[in-house]
Structures are given as C-alpha cells and as structure tokens.
C-alpha cells in the first residue's frame, strides 16, 4: 500500500501536506501526533472516505477507484475501525458481523454465520451473538467492530484511535485483539497514543503535526531518541500521563 | 336518533370506503415518500433537484387542488385512467392524488429521521463497501423508520382525516355509498334539525379510527425506539 504526494484541504486548511507513506505487507505502522494533525483524515482518504485533492494512493499497486462499484469493492478491501465503535444500532451482533460478506460478498448465509461465530470466538465475544450492540460494554463493541472488518477478509486494516473512547480497564481487551491480529500478518495502520501496543507490534512508527509527516522510525528509537523538536515535545507531553 | 340508525349500514359503508382509500394511498405514499427521501439524500444532484421540486411544489399546494387536478387535469385533459367504471376511475384518481400529496409529507418526516441517524452508522456501512443504495436499505432507513413512528402516524391520521377531500371529486363506491363527509352532508341536508348530532356521529367516527392508531403507534415508538 502506497500514498504519493497527496494532498487535501478543508477549505483553506491545508489538512494533509505532500504526505508519502509505503505500508509494506504484513507491516503494522502506528502513527502519532497531536490532536488535528489530519490523522483521521489520512485513515479517510485511505479508505476513500474523503477523496484527496492532489496525489495517488495505491493498494496493490492499484490506483483508488473514483467512484461507483469499483470503489465500494475497494472499500470492502479495507477494513476500518472507528474510534466510535459504530456498530449498526439495529442489528444482533451476528447480524453486524455477516450482513457485509452476505450483501457485499455474496456469500451465503450459512457460510456466513459459521465464519461469523468464528471470528466473534476468536474476539471473545461468541456468547454475545444474539445481542444488540448498546447491550454490550465498549469494549465488547469495539472487538466485535474488528470482527465485523476481519469477516470481510481485508488487505489492510486503518484503525482510528480504537481505544480512545474506552474506560481503562477495557483498553487491554482490545489491544490484545490487535497485538494477536498483527502477529497473524494482517497489514495495519493504526492510530493510537498506546504506546505499549506500538512497541509490541509496530515495526514502524509514523508521528504527524500539522498535516506533515515528520518523522517516520522503528518504535524503540523513536520513543528514546526522536529526531524532531515537534516530536521530543509531544512525546514529553504524553509521557508525563 | 332515528336518523342514524337508520342510516347506520350506509354510514359504516361510508367510513370503510374512506379506510380504503387511506389505505391504498396510505401505501402509496410510504413507497413514494421513502423513494423521494432517498433521492433527497442521493449523491446524485439530479434526483436530489426532483425530489426538492416535488416536495416544496407539493406541500405549497392545497390538497384540494391536487384533488381537483387528478379529476380534471390527470383524467380528462391527460386522459388517464384506471377503470371503466366511472366510480372506479375516481377512487383510483383519488387514491393517487391522496398518495402524491402525503409522499411529501412522508418524504420530510423521513429526511429528518435519517439525520438523527448518527453518521457513523453511514460510514461503517461504506468502509464496508455497501453502495449508496445498500447503505440506505440496509442501515440508514430502518434506523430512520424507527425514530419516526409517532410523526409516521400523525401524518397518517392526518392522510385518514384528508381522505374526506375525496368528495370534492365525487368518490362513491358502484353501489353508489358516499364516502363518509358526502354521506354527512346528505344526511344533514335532509334532517336539518339534527346536524349537531349528526356532525357528532362522523366525527366519533373518526376519532374510533384514528385514536388506535395513535396510540400503536405511541406504543411502537416507545418500544421500537429504544433499540438504538
Ligand atoms: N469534514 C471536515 N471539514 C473541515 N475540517 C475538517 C473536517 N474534518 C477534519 N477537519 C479538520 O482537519 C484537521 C485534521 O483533523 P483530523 O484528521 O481529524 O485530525 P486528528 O485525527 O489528527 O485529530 C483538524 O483541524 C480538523 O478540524
Ligand atoms: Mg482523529
């Protein structure tokens, strides 16, 4: 997956500045800055959320389609996960997790349901199948939204702060989901202040001000020796939590 | 007294004939009105233009108007018809001049539905790779439906009471039934010195159909709603 001089503003905001970035396969980049950097936006624009106003973006060596079938294709080929879990509020948990390989995939319901199950064991959340998403805790939720995206057989997974909106005790839970996920050989793109996870399962560290990706390092020598001004503040800054 | 049970027969005929023509268009004006939503909400500027001209035309129009041009503009002018029997064609007319009128109003009772529905739900849907009409079907509108059931039935009780319009085209059934405000008025028009109890007579009429279904849908809101 590759990103060339891409460029987007909201406005006179210049949201995302000439940002390069080659995610190879199987790689787990994290990538860090301050809030209203644009790393949202870049997740967006990776899965075409939001269209980019200058640059390329290639998965597989293929441009991003524009439009229409061939971009929802693209989208189902890249799972995203919300900060805000976003399950649909009027389906079970099982129904969140097949209604995306059955309408998108084609798959058959049975075939569904069994992968489903699979996925939602494998999360820890199997014997919550029959419920709705608000009866369980967020952090429940937020596996089963990363089980709903795996169902679909992505190539690469965007995570957007998955564990921002979680109570403490319920952040591990899902970290853990990932850490074993990126031990598979999923590709990932996660944006996250954990620094635990990053140095567990990142190879790469990717930290972002102002629209710019600023420095790009392997997680140790970033967190003990960033190279940037912007980055030894930041990383002064959360370390003091 | 005498009047009324007298008449009796012909008034529950009279009231049935304006059930099913609330029925009819009242089925007609949910597929129109979630049609006309969903262009209203489509990425396409052409039909978001159709369905902004329709809605603001429409509900700028009085509904007698719309009546009166099914009859005469639609059936004879255009030449439009539904059947050979001329009681037939008119409650057909009616039926679809009633549906194209409460579309609009569905259609907004909807849209604001489908902006209660938090946008996350919409771009999970397309991280998924649903398309436009997938995400609409799928996760957007049953979630709108559920928000807007109250105002779902208020427009609908408001379709019932308007069906009483259909007289000013004359609807009767080939049996020649009145429906009900047309059966008032001839019934007031030979018994003079009862119109009160008369008038009381329709209206609690109405009030028997339409309270149920105020309430059920009250209840279903409550119920329904919750699940969010
Ligand atoms: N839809 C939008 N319209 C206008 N400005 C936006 C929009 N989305 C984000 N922004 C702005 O773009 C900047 C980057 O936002 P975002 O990508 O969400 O940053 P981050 O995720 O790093 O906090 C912020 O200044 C934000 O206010
Ligand atoms: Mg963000």
């Known amino acids: 997956m590759e990103l060339r001089g891409v460029q987007k503003w909201y406005g006179d905001l210049h949201v995302l500045q000439d940002i390069d970035l080659s995610v190879a396969q199987g790689e787990v980049v994290v990538v860090i800055g301050p809030s209203g950097s644009g790393k949202s936006t870049l997740c967006r624009t990776i899965n075409r959320l939001e269209p980019v106003d200058e640059g390329t973006i290639l998965i597989d060596g293929a441009p991003l389609p524009q439009e229409g079938k061939a971009l929802a294709r693209h989208r189902a080929d890249v799972g995203m996960v919300f900060q805000s879990f976003n399950l649909f509020a009027h389906k079970t948990i099982l129904d969140n997790v097949t209604l995306g390989p059955i309408k998108v995939r084609k798959m058959a319901k049975a075939d569904a349901e069994k992968r489903a199950h699979e996925l939602l064991d494998r999360v820890g959340v199997g014997h919550q199948a029959a419920k709705y998403p608000a009866q369980l805790s967020g952090g429940q939720q937020q596996r089963v939204a990363i089980a709903r995206s795996l169902a679909m057989d992505p190539k690469v997974m965007l995570f957007d702060e998955p564990t921002s909106a979680l109570d403490p005790e319920m952040i591990k839970e899902v970290l853990d989901v990932m850490v074993d996920l990126a031990e598979r050989g999923m590709t990932m793109i996660v944006v996250t202040h954990e620094m635990g996870f990053a140095r567990t399962a990142a190879n790469r560290v990717v930290f972002m001000a102002d629209g710019r990706i600023v420095e790009s390092a392997d997680p140790e020598s970033f967190f003990t020796n960033p190279q940037s001004d912007r980055a030894r503040d930041f990383l002064g800054k959360i370390l003091k939590h | ?228």
Request: with cysteine.
């Open chain 2, 1 to 228: 007294m005498d009047v009324i049970i007298e008449a009796f027969p012909d008034i529950l005929q009279a009231f049935w004939l304006n059930i099913r023509l609330a029925l009819y268009s009242g089925v007609l004006a949910l597929v129109l009105g979630t049609l006309l939503a969903a262009f209203r909400v489509s990425p396409v500027p052409l039909l978001r233009l159709i369905g902004t001209v329709w809605v603001n035309t429409i509900r700028n129009t009085p509904l007698t108007l719309v009546i009166t041009f099914m009859l005469f503009g639609l059936s004879y002018q255009l030449g439009v018809t539904f059947s050979d029997t001329i009681s037939e064609n008119v409650f057909w007319l009616a039926v679809v001049g009633l549906g194209v009128y409460t579309a609009a109003f569905v259609c907004e009772v909807l849209r604001a539905g489908i902006n209660t529905v938090d946008v996350g739900q919409s771009e999970a849907a397309r991280s998924l790779g649903f398309t436009f009409t997938q995400n609409l079907r799928l996760v957007i509108l049953p979630q709108a439906f559920r928000a807007v059931i109250a105002p779902l039935g208020s427009t609908f009780i408001a379709l019932i009471k308007n069906t009483t319009i259909a007289v000013v085209i004359g609807v009767t059934t080939a049996e020649g039934i009145n429906e009900s405000s047309g059966l008032m008025r001839t019934l007031i028009e030979f018994n003079g010195d009862q119109t009160i109890l008369i008038f009381a007579v329709f209206a609690l009429g109405f009030v028997i159909i339409t309270l149920p279904i105020g309430l059920l849908t009250s209840w279903a809101a409550k119920r329904l709603g919750g699940v969010r």
